[in-house]
């Protein structure tokens, strides 16, 4: 295990009903509101008239940005920033899936420089400053609401990136599970692989002697992939919903990554089909991931082996350790299979025609991954596999 530092300053408030408690958590840090949210779904279930009876109740000067899409796009941002430097906003207020507080993360950081946000994601900068943000979780997925990151898309230019910063950590945000029970079957399962996923890419690691780690991992996949089914089955099992939230939230909040050097490469190659393509994050993970699986195996079997018999149950008896090892990332393509995500991207209207610009851009700044560093030579072949 490597030594390491864990701060996480973000105020979880879990439950039906918090979201009562909105008034006084913003009150303190004063009343000229810039409100983020997406397309309109929290207009039909009535969170978006809560939220406003909250803040009428502080005599709020809000501000709305609306149309915040999956894979949160530059343009969104920008025009965030400038509502907030001609307003003068206080807070930042983010209302939705993890895109609305990405996307609200990245305005915080952009509102207090006077030059081009991207700055940040390219290393010309560091944020030193960001306005203060909260988050009122409806999607479990992203774990954006306990974290220090946010993830943009520049689709002029076909790149999708992302920004770390301790100024990024949302000051607090809600989680009910109630707000999750009208998510759609499509963003359900999008938001299980993405989940997931976050584990997979902290999980697959080649630090040694992390055994409390790896089963903080193993015990977050059984419980989203027990309870992933059961929300499939019933869309409104309040129990499995609130699991699963809890699940995505702790998958991403520094907890697994404490003391191991964590991979990301599969995130990588997903962001680049994401940024030419536009598709969901989640259905890309859910393609990409077996075959890199496939691909980096052999770096070190005997993770593979543990992960196949503690997490998929695969009987050893009899078997290689390869064998065994490839049982387990076939019950991971077949379990995404199953509760309705692509496995191919032929599925996704993705062919083979943009991968050099892919792999070109993937290693920009250089080989990406740690369980087995990726090329532009690899990436293809991950990619190929993966049609």
Not at 39 to 58: A, F, H
Not at 175 to 185: A, E, G, I, N, W
């Amino acid at each position: 295990m490597n030594s390491f530092e864990l701060h996480n300053p973000t105020k979880i408030l879990f439950g039906a009903g918090k979201v009562k408690q909105l008034a006084e958590l913003i009150e303190p840090y004063g009343n000229r509101i810039l409100f983020v949210y997406g397309e309109g779904s929290i207009k039909r279930t009535g969170l978006y008239d809560e939220v406003l009876v909250q803040l009428n109740g502080i005599e709020a000067s809000v501000y709305e940005l609306s149309g915040v899409e999956p894979n949160p796009k530059l343009s969104k941002v920008n025009e965030g920033i400038e509502i907030c430097k001609q307003e003068k906003i206080d807070f930042i207020l983010a209302v939705g899936g993890g895109s609305v507080i990405d996307t609200g993360k990245a305005i915080a950081a952009g509102a207090l420089y006077n030059g081009n946000v991207w700055d940040f994601i390219e290393y010309r900068a560091v944020i030193r400053d960001a306005l203060p943000v909260g988050a009122v979780l409806t999607l479990a997925a992203t774990g954006s609401e306990m974290n220090s990151g946010a993830v943009i898309t520049d689709w002029d230019r076909k790149l999708k990136r992302s920004m770390v910063s301790k100024w990024l950590f949302p000051k607090f945000s809600i989680l009910d599970p109630k707000l999750t029970l009208t998510v759609s079957p499509e963003q359900t399962v999008n938001g299980i692989i993405d989940m997931m996923s976050h584990v997979f890419e902290q999980y697959f690691s080649k630090t040694t002697d992390t055994p409390l780690q790896e089963r903080f991992a193993e015990s977050l996949l059984l419980t989203i992939i027990e309870n992933g089914e059961k929300v499939i089955t019933d869309s409104k099992n309040y129990e499995a919903r609130a699991n699963l939230l809890l699940a995505g939230t702790y998958a991403l909040n520094g907890t697994l990554s404490t003391g191991v050097v964590s991979d990301w490469s599969s995130h990588s190659i997903e962001h680049e089909l994401s940024a030419y393509y536009d598709i969901a994050h989640g259905k890309g993970l859910a393609v990409i991931f077996p075959n890199w699986m496939k691909y980096v195996y052999l770096e070190r079997v005997d993770r593979f082996v543990q992960y196949a018999t503690r997490v998929w149950n695969i009987d050893p008896v009899g078997k290689s350790d390869e064998q065994i090892a490839l049982e387990g990332i076939e019950a991971t393509r077949t379990y995404f299979k199953r509760i309705g995500a692509p496995t191919t991207l032929r599925e996704l209207g993705v062919g083979n025609e943009k991968f050099d610009l892919m792999t070109e851009a993937a290693v920009k700044f250089g080989p990406i991954g740690t369980f087995k560093k990726l090329n532009k030579a690899d990436i293809r072949s991950i990619l190929e596999s993966s049609l």
